[in-house]
């Protein structure tokens, strides 16, 4: 039991406070006609009113700034030149064909007349070869004493102890008889391998008048412009 005199203590209550009072509506009043309502389209845009930041001085300054030469500029368009037109000639019905190198001069000799035919008929039977084939072209016959042979070459090169014994065997086995030959270095003038390069382009010049001079090659030169192949003309 509470002792006499004593009052319980007071509870403490949670309560929301009271809810404030709704504002009062209040009437809205129409223009009157004497007052039109202001149009939207008659108030001025709100970037009109912002203030104008462009400085004159500033815009001056940078346009009088000197451009650096050093630093990478952009690429500029590549200037157009005006390039000559050359007019192709017109075809002409005549072939203009490279002509071969001309031979070395030959002096004939009668020596040189009899070792020729020696050294054809040789290459006919394909009895010399290599060096020896060599030796007989590139030599020049000087003269003839019963079994000895004079025989001059350019390059000391040929002038070898085997090809020179070779070459004896061949003329041997030929019917030209125990041949020996004598051979020196010097100038020549006639000889095989001369006389043999005229008549090669005593012949590719025959050759080559006869393609120029044939109708149906004259008439594709004319009329389309056909040219020969250099080195393409051969002898058989």
């Given at each position: 039991a509470a002792p006499v005199g004593t009052k319980p203590a007071p509870m403490a209550l949670d309560v929301p406070p009271p809810a404030a009072p709704a504002p009062k509506a209040e009437p809205v009043s129409e223009p009157s006609a004497a007052q039109p309502a202001a149009s939207a389209s008659d108030e001025p845009p709100p970037w009109e009113d912002w203030p104008d930041t462009t400085d004159d001085a500033e815009q001056e300054a940078l346009a009088s700034v000197p451009v650096d030469a050093s630093l990478p500029q952009a690429p500029s368009a590549p200037a157009l030149r005006a390039l000559p037109v050359r007019e192709a000639p017109e075809p002409s019905a005549r072939l203009d064909m490279p002509?071969?190198?001309?031979?070395?001069?030959?002096?004939?000799?009668?020596?040189?007349?009899?070792w020729l035919e020696v050294v054809q008929g040789l290459l006919d039977q394909e009895s010399i070869t290599a060096l020896v084939r060599e030796l007989a072209l590139q030599s020049q016959l000087l003269g003839r004493d019963g079994a000895q042979w004079q025989l001059r070459v350019e390059r000391e090169t040929l002038n070898h102890a085997a090809s020179r014994e070779r070459l004896q065997a061949a003329l041997l086995a030929a019917g030209h008889g125990d041949v020996k030959l004598h051979i020196e270095v010097g100038p020549v003038t006639d000889s095989p391998a001369r006389r043999l390069a005229v008549k090669a382009a005593e012949k590719m010049l025959a050759a080559q008048e006869l393609i120029q001079n044939d109708p149906l090659v004259q008439a594709m030169v004319r009329d389309f412009g056909a040219k020969i192949v250099p080195g393409s003309i051969q002898l058989i």
């Open positions: 002509r071969a190198a001309a031979p070395a001069a030959v002096q004939a000799t009668p020596e040189g007349d009899v």
